[in-house]
């Protein structure tokens, strides 16, 4: 796949996530369109959505429900895109929905693998060799279902996730020794992306393990004919960097709003 089928497939995919036709991306208008279930959006989302902005860096789609779409509709309209999903603006949205009983609850970036810098693989290797010189003992180890159906433990909850445990469809790990040290795993939210997550334990971190094991796994993800994507936390500038260097670039963002009884539920179980 090119890096254009590549983009086209991820919109194509938030189109159907936000009910909205994929070429809405490409457009230099901002674009609000009503929520609405669908079979085939991204598993783990909760439709339809109460408000949800996504910008590809053109413009904004608002995939909203009809109580808020002239409140949404204004907000997007009056603002430049990229102050739209950042402060001191996002507070007018968030005090115009707040009385209304809801809140800003999600704020991402998604990242898409750059098909010229994994070449076919040769990043990944040239990543894993980095770390078996430095450290002899790794070995690095490709695993189906049946490999990691032990391992639904916390500190592998961003590779693997107990929840959706039918969704998590490949996996790679790095062991020292036996033991397990560091371990990225994917999970099939939809049919044509798989989203990629890593975990690294506290005392083997800094040693590029993850971004061995993430670039590993994308070229084994686009082997099968599908997308990897990544995300994260605007502020999570460690996973921003994995990212990067594994070969992959910020493609896409997306702020999602919630009830603030469920952003209460979610700051409970901390």
Not at 227 to 245: D, E, L, T
Request: proline share 3%; with cysteine.
């Amino acid at each position: 796949m090119t890096n254009q089928q590549i983009l086209e497939i991820a919109m194509k995919q938030s189109a159907i996530d936000s009910n909205c036709c994929w070429q809405d991306f490409t457009s230099r208008q901002n674009k609000v369109v009503i929520s609405a279930k669908n079979e085939n959006a991204r598993k783990y989302l909760k439709l339809p959505f109460i408000c949800d902005l996504t910008s590809y860096g053109t413009n904004i789609v608002a995939s909203v429900s009809k109580e808020l779409e002239e409140t949404v509709r204004k907000y997007i309209n009056k603002y430049k895109t990229e102050h739209c999903f950042e402060t001191p603006n996002l507070h007018k949205l968030m005090n115009s929905i707040h009385p209304m009983g809801y809140n800003i609850c999600f704020m991402a970036e998604y990242s898409l693998p750059d098909t010229d810098i994994l070449a076919g693989g040769k990043l990944a290797d040239k990543l894993w060799k980095r770390v078996s010189s430095t450290s002899p003992s790794y070995e690095i180890r490709l695993m189906g279902q049946g490999d990691f159906k032990e391992l639904y433990i916390p500190q592998w909850g961003n590779a693997l996730c107990k929840e959706r445990k039918d969704l998590d469809v490949i996996a790679a790990g790095i062991y020292d020794k036996g033991k397990l040290a560091a371990l990225a795993g994917a999970s099939a939210d939809c049919s044509t992306m798989w989203q990629i997550g890593v975990d690294v334990l506290p005392d083997y971190r800094r040693q590029g393990l993850a971004s061995a094991l993430t670039s590993r796994l994308a070229t084994e993800i686009l082997n099968k004919g599908i997308v990897p994507f990544y995300c994260c936390a605007w502020s999570n500038v460690g996973s921003i960097r994995n990212a990067v260097a594994s070969g992959f670039r910020p493609a896409w963002v997306q702020i999602t709003a919630k009830t603030t009884e469920e952003i209460e539920e979610m700051n409970s179980e901390e």
